[in-house]
């Protein structure tokens, strides 16, 4: 399976295990560590959905984050090719190449609307820069925020600049760029989440936030919220997206899969906690709704930002490494579909610019959603889906739907269709028994129930 015969592709393998690591973690790390993770959490009641998130991390998360990069290492190419020839080579149908598919379909319909939230970070660089955050009030951080949303021309800008940024990156190989620039990157975002919280804890309202964070409070936590934390997990870790099965592609034998897929799952995870630990305070502090939505670190961190020596500088920062946080994740959501159409002859830079047009036509409509179409629900005849705009729906049909599908699907490879004596050769003796019940049972089992709770 290892065969690199197809037309034109000599990928490069990373250099190391810690340039791997590095990548995946860029990957992983990203808007749903420091947006989505602190939104989502606010609005599903806190402790009981952070620790139900911190389970499916543990027992589902990186189980499937093994496979997939035990997959993309077997098989050597895009994720469609991938699934297609690992499947082949274990004497079964070539179909299923339809998990890459709905991988690296969710990984184009999450990066037309990531590139958009991505792209607030930059008009937030430009206002800290100027030092307009000093001293302000909650309620005139939430009104910059919705002038923001309000100005479709303003979106579709830094929409525009964000998109290239990543076709940039994609066009010239993700090896090239990502090694450097990651390597310094997380350890500064690192640093600037510990400043944060060391000033939440100023506040005085640490406390408050501590407990909302972790005291779980089952009653407030219903099925759908469940769903939401499963999502999240696959979400936050890149999986079901075609991204770590395609960086896979380019990991040396000799790395050990499971000590790299730990590693990567407890740095995004610590990347979220620390995000949590930043936001909640100042939320409690200012009165501020925790249930805020997507808008929540944009209105809450000025006000944190604002108040601190030293703010402008800070804000600056902070804005600037979360930018290249979504920078180093959407290259990679872009990448399986790159690495596809490699494969299919089209040269890297078409692909690359081909794709992340296209990606960019499909979010222009989320750019209308917050603002012109924020009334329209094409969906609303579905009760799940009252409500809920373009942008809403893109996001629920990945997470909630499309990603624990394509996990389940992977969890039934690996552990039912593949042979465990191949798995094995990859995932090396220590680790691959425990691996393999999970893949076989927990990961499957665990998806369904939660899809039956949701649907029924
Ligand atoms: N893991 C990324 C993030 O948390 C998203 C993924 C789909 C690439 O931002």
Redesign the pocket.
Known sequence: VQGKESAGVTPALWSSRFVFIMAAVG???????????PYITGQNGGGAFVLVYLICIAIIGIPIMMSEVMLGRRGGKSPIGTMGAVAAAEGRSRNWAGVGIMATL??FL??SF?SVIAGWTMPYIVEAAKGGFAGIAAEDSGAMFGGLLASPGQLLLWHSVFMGLTVLVSAGGVKHGLERAVSWLMPALFVLLLILVGYAMTTGHFGEALVFLFRPDFSSLTAESILVALGHA??????A?G?MMAYGAYLKKDVSIARTSFTVAIM?VCVALLAGLAIFPVVFAHGLQPGEGPGLIFVTLPVAFGQMPGGGFFATLFFVLLLF??WT??I??LESLVRFLEEKGVGRVKAAVGGGLAAWLVGITTVLSLNLWSDFAPLAMFERFEGKTLFDIYDYL?ANIMMPLGALLTAIFVGWVMKPEHSAAELGGQWHALWHAVVRYVTPIGVLVIFYFNLF
């Open positions: 990957s992983a790390v990203g808007l749903g560590n420091i947006w989505k993770f969710a990984a999450i990066l990531y696959f979400f936050t870790l890149s999986l997206s991204a995004d946080a979504a994740s959407s990679s959501m990945t």
